[in-house]
């Protein structure tokens, strides 16, 4: 069998159950396993610590499968693992045709993420997966078996076209792995809103399943108000927006392909057209010609891009985070709410926090945090794994 040996002392993450085994912790790898085997991961001492995917590329260079000697990992142990999450969203979420099926690390299956899509006008579904470590890679065939077991849906599409497979030492790849070819959008109903769901050339999976608790939060809030979305993708906030009685909506995205959808999605809902503006533009420069222009707002959301893709890249970022929600503390009417998001895992809470109480000083107000937002419950945190925790978000009023 194919044991890795950890160094003195760098047991210590195994046993609280952090999944991770990085290079530098291994004192040696007995045996030739192949990107993806399963590897018995052991202490100095001998003790057995898990069964973990071998990684040969990746710093991360196992991931544990599972911390129970006596589990074995075969195509039994994927089933069980994925009825296992399904079960969870059946019980959990509730009133959406998007979910996140499986959250990586979070449902004991390191490097995979699916969502799954159920369309609103006809009998269709579809379940879309990124596969992004070699472990996951290699049980793709037992993965998909247990996923279409579990939900019933025949149609799974991967996309895993994402840029960190190559400290996997894997390519880049998208296409169909079982049943129909995606249709060309989806339209799914999230909480008494619809949709358009471009599976093949959206952005992740091809709609932010993961925003749906804090679009529900800005519907709550909407009515009378003035609203600017930023960073709107497909109009998913603009529509929440619509949907709970905002007069005006402006949205900002740069990607003209997405505001064909947002404005497809306004008519999907029957929402008033003209109450929407859509901006193909470049979020920065709007933000600060809208208030040069005295244009001024009620409610505001900030959900860019994930701006600190690396540690290394954690200081521009944070100068970005600040220059939009400056400007956005500042195109605020007095008594304004300013919905803020930072997915960059390399940024934690605190430090967004941080980040947007120097953007309230700079802009001279007085802001409160009237609520913590995060990822909707089918994006769990294990408590063990903490680098779970991306999206973060803070629901915040000036005076
Ligand atoms: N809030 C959205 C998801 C936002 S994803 C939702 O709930 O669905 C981030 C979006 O930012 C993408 O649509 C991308 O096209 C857009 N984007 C990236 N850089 C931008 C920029 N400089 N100006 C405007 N939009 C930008």
């Known amino acids: 069998m194919n044991t890795i040996t950890l160094k003195p002392a760098k047991d210590r993450s195994l046993v609280r159950r952090h999944p991770w085994i990085y290079a530098n912790a291994i004192a040696r790898i007995d045996g030739d396993p192949a990107p993806g085997a399963t590897v018995i991961v052991r202490a100095a001492d001998g003790r057995f610590l898990a069964r973990a995917s071998y990684s040969p590329h990746s710093q991360i260079r196992a991931r544990a499968w599972t911390f129970d000697e006596s589990e074995p990992v075969d195509h039994a142990f994927f089933k069980r693992r994925v009825q296992r999450a399904v079960a969870h969203r059946q ?18 299956l390191p490097g995979l993420i699916v969502d799954y899509y159920v369309a609103d006008d006809e009998p269709h579904a579809q379940l879309v997966c990124q596969f992004m470590a070699t472990g996951v890679e290699a049980w793709k065939d037992a993965i998909v078996q247990a996923l279409i077991s579990a939900t019933g849906c025949p149609n799974v599409y ?10 996997e030492g894997l390519e880049q790849i998208t296409g169909v792995l079982a049943g129909d070819a995606p249709r060309d959008t989806l339209i799914t109903n999230e909480c008494g809103v619809r949709h358009h769901v471009d599976v093949r050339n959206g952005h992740k999976t091809g709609f932010y399943v993961d925003q749906r608790d804090n679009r529900v939060l800005v519907a709550q809030h909407a009515q009378g108000r003035e609203v600017l979305n930023c960073f709107c993708y497909t109009g998913g906030f603009s529509l929440a927006a619509l949907k709970g009685g905002a007069t005006r909506v402006v949205s900002v995205d740069s990607s003209g392909e997405a505001l064909a959808l947002a404005r497809a999605n306004v ?12 901006l193909d533009a470049d979020a920065f420069k709007t933000l600060r010609r809208l208030y040069d222009e005295g244009q001024r707002f009620d409610l505001i959301v900030l959900d860019p891009p994930k701006f600190a893709p690396s540690k ?3 200081d521009r970022a944070a100068r970005a985070y600040k220059d939009i929600n400056l400007s956005g ?6 008594g304004g709410l300013l919905f803020t998001y930072s997915c960059s895992g390399a940024i934690d809470s605190e430090l967004f926090q941080k980040i947007v109480a120097g953007a309230a000083a700079d802009a001279r107000v ?13 994006h769990p945190l294990l408590t063990a794994f903490p680098e779970g ?4 978000g803070l629901l915040l009023q000036i005076a």
Do not use: C, H
Request: proline share 2%; hydrophobic share 40%.
């Open 91 to 108: 019980t959990m979420v509730k009133d959406t045709g998007a979910t996140r099926l499986i959250f990586g690390e979070a449902d004991g």
């Open 158 to 167: 991967e996309r895993s076209d994402v840029s960190i497979r190559q400290k």
């Open 267 to 278: 008519e999907a809902n029957g929402f008033d057209a003209q109450k929407a503006e859509w």
């Open 312 to 314: 290394e890249t954690v």
């Open 329 to 334: 503390f500042k195109l605020l009417r007095p």
């Open 366 to 378: 007085d802001a409160r945090i009237l609520k913590r937002l995060g990822a909707g419950v089918d």
């Open 389 to 392: 925790e991306y999206l973060k």
